[in-house]
């Protein structure tokens, strides 16, 4: 028996190439820190804080307003730190005018502080003013770059249109012109020649017609704005809707006050003075003047809501002393605050303290 021989045929497993894959690198992106870009709020807003009680006052910051646009905040003398001290934190503010306000040497200290504090925040500041100022005070205005447009021989309005008569257009002269009227100083060396461009009369009619606005509307400071708004418009007082009736009404108020004037005017040696009960001080004290025979009147309006005494002073062409200088060192000294010009100015003065500052300035202006 043949056995056959099997062949074993053993397969050698195949040997699998296994590709190593080197382990991918990842490239990793170095982010630069992010920068933040700080941001800090833009200064775009302009202000103009005036005068609310004259014409002065108001068309100066008409002026403003149409040179360089922004808005105003009319404010009477005791108002006026009140509205610094509140636009002295305003981020937004950019420029400040401020425009016919004073200095007594109460305020004068508190002013430069804020003018110092608006100056280290950028804040662009103009003063233009023509009442008397201590010199050491415009000194140290200048020192802390705030542009001081001072002169005692021109009203505050014809500076501002002098000094930017560039920007204003033409019926802005007559603007100023009525300014200067109502402040008697349309004799001065600008406002005369303002005055000869236009008709005089003319010019006086709107000038009192924009006064006794002005005047009876104390009370409403929306109106005022808006006089402040018409003016910079180029309106003439005449266009603007019933400005020549209310001035009317004043006319029969004011005639009326001088036959209260003559019944309950006082006379001291050297002034005459009255308290007033039923309109304001300011629109009485010419009266008290004249009626009195005397070169200088005093009238008088409590403020009850603020226990003190709004003074109205004035002095004719004869009166010899500065009333403004007199009546600021007097009033300060009473713990009150006043000041203005040579034959017209005004004082805030403690209730119980009025006696005593009509006595003292009695003296004082002999």
Sequence with gaps: MVLS?????????????VAIKKPATKKV????????????????????ISHKEDCDGISSAALVRQAFGGDSILVDYPGQMEALNQVVSDEKLKSLFICDLGLSKKTQDEFIDIMSRLRKNKVSVT?????????????????LKVKVIHDINECT?????????????DHASFVATCAAITDYMEDRPLGSKLLQIYDRQFALISATVMTYNIVGHQREPDYLQYLVEELADSKF????????????IQVEKLSQIIAKVKVGMKTM???????ILDSGASGAVNFVMGLSGKDVGVAYKERIDHGIYAV?????????????????????SLGGSGGGHDKACGAVVPKQKI????????????
């Design 312 to 332: 109205s002073v004035r002095g004719s062409k004869n009166c010899k002393v500065h009333l403004g200088r007199i009546v600021n060192l007097l009033a300060t």
């Design 5 to 17: 021989k099997t062949k074993t045929l053993t397969k050698k497993p195949a040997t699998k190439k």
């Design 29 to 48: 992106a170095i982010k630069k820190p992010a920068t933040k870009k700080v941001t800090t709020s833009q200064r775009t807003k302009v202000i103009c």
């Design 237 to 248: 007082p005449h266009d603007i809707p019933n400005t020549f009736e209310f001035a009317q």
């Design 157 to 169: 309005t014809v500076q501002v249109y002098n000094a930017y008569k560039s920007k204003l257009n």
């Design 127 to 143: 003063y233009i003013d023509h009442h008397d100022i201590d010199p050491t005070v415009v000194t140290s205005l200048e020192k």
């Design 355 to 366: 006696k005593k500052f009509i006595t003292e300035l009695n003296k004082q202006i002999k």
């Design 269 to 275: 040696s050297n002034l005459g003075h009255m308290e």
